[in-house]
């Protein structure tokens, strides 16, 4: 069986409740494969702003007028030193005019992350507190 890639312009109208069931499915599945595979979805190409090339105050994921901005805190003191403590996810759909938060169902869209002494990550909570 042929591999079904993500395609954005489905599922369309007017089509059938099956049809567009189907479409629904095989997004979600190549979304899923993308994610697992490499942790980013294909055809979004990455840059960064801010900081240094090995910490980044920004990462950003791109294609087209559609960007995702990630907004990124560093810690500089024990097990957080070095590493990302805070991570804001917004998107924009309009080249980076504007952003928008990209919210849960609760509006939290900040994970922070907390390390032990050694600079093991022990725990991510999701949040609103942002920066």
Known sequence: MAYTALDVTKPITPQTRQVAIDAE????????NALAANGAVQGFN???????????????????????????TWG??????????????????????AYDPMTDLFGKYVANMTYDAAGNCIAITWGTNYP
């Open 76 to 97: 500089t003191l024990g097990g957080d030193a070095g590493n990302a403590t805070k991570l804001a996810y917004f998107y924009s759909s309009n080249s980076g005019a």
């Open 25 to 32: 499915r095989a997004n979600v599945v190549a979304l899923r």
């Open 46 to 72: 990455y840059s960064w702003a801010g900081g240094t090339i090995d910490q980044p105050t920004q990462m950003q994921y791109r294609r087209g007028a559609e960007w995702i901005a990630v907004i990124v």
